[in-house]
């Protein structure tokens, strides 16, 4: 199968490219980050921390499901993913399956779910490795999922993030996301954020 690769000026050995299943391991250890504790947070009856990216790395190669490889986009560098995003619209979760979850930990999330904008695309979570940071990598991949929302016809495109997480915030910012909604989540000992989330928007997208 041949992928087509976008290579930057600038990043020499860096280059952008739709996500293949070959990627799930890397795709699920960045999703994880991207989580920013979500995943742990939910998934811990499941699996241990140090085999989560492993559960994960099998439901994303299955390709079924938001969380899936068929809707991330990668920075590689040298052929290593060191980047991804994850986008879809949002009104797929609502077929997410969560019966199998605890259902207090989902509770306590429950209203991030809630405040959720069901008619916009989503970015489900972006992350790129500590040793690529502030290169521009995770500007060029939401640059990407504002591109696959125009495609689409969404006029919004939307993320939810911690509102303690300042980067990641400055990040969305940056791309001319705003503040929608600020959700209250109530405080767990193992869920280690203050503050509550907040769902950032990006409402002025327009169709060729």
């Given at each position: 199968?041949?992928?087509?690769?976008?290579?930057?000026?600038?990043?020499?050995?860096?280059?952008?490219?739709?996500?293949?299943p070959?990627?799930?391991?890397?795709?699920?250890?960045?999703?994880?980050?991207?989580?920013?504790?979500?995943?742990?947070?939910?998934?811990?009856?499941?699996?241990?921390?140090e085999?989560?990216?492993?559960?994960?790395?099998?439901?994303?190669?299955?390709?079924?499901?938001?969380l899936?490889?068929?809707?991330?986009?990668?920075?590689?560098?040298?052929?290593?993913?060191?980047?991804?995003?994850?986008?879809?619209?949002?009104?797929?979760?609502?077929?997410?399956?969560?019966?199998?979850?605890?259902?207090?930990?989902?509770q306590?999330?429950?209203?991030?779910?809630?405040?959720?904008?069901?008619?916009?695309?989503?970015?489900?979570g972006?992350?790129?490795?500590?040793s690529?940071?502030r290169q521009?990598?995770?500007?060029r991949?939401?640059?990407?999922?504002?591109?696959?929302?125009?495609?689409?016809?969404?006029?919004?495109?939307?993320?939810?993030v911690?509102?303690?997480?300042?980067?990641?915030?400055?990040?969305f910012?940056?791309?001319?996301?705003?503040?929608?909604?600020?959700?209250?989540?109530?405080?767990?000992?193992?869920?280690?954020?203050?503050?509550?989330?907040?769902?950032?928007?990006?409402?002025?997208?327009?169709f060729g």
């Amino acid at each position: 199968m041949h992928t087509k690769q976008l290579y930057v000026e600038g990043m020499q050995n860096q280059a952008f490219r739709a996500a293949l299943p070959g990627d799930a391991y890397a795709l699920a250890e960045l999703a994880i980050t991207a989580g920013d504790g979500m995943y742990e947070f939910l998934l811990q009856e499941m699996a241990p921390k140090e085999m989560l990216a492993g559960l994960m790395a099998r439901s994303i190669k299955q390709g079924n499901g938001g969380l899936s490889w068929r809707n991330c986009f990668v920075a590689v560098d040298q052929g290593v993913v060191i980047g991804m995003i994850n986008a879809f619209p949002a009104e797929w979760l609502h077929e997410e399956e969560q019966d199998i979850l605890p259902q207090d930990r989902v509770q306590v999330l429950g209203p991030i779910d809630q405040a959720q904008d069901w008619e916009s695309f989503l970015v489900n979570g972006v992350a790129v490795q500590a040793s690529h940071r502030r290169q521009g990598i995770g500007n060029r991949l939401i640059e990407w999922s504002v591109e696959q929302a125009r495609v689409r016809r969404f006029s919004r495109i939307t993320s939810t993030v911690w509102e303690d997480n300042v980067a990641a915030r400055s990040l969305f910012e940056r791309q001319k996301f705003r503040v929608q909604t600020r959700i209250e989540v109530d405080r767990h000992p193992e869920l280690s954020h203050t503050g509550g989330s907040l769902l950032m928007v990006r409402d002025d997208l327009t169709f060729g």
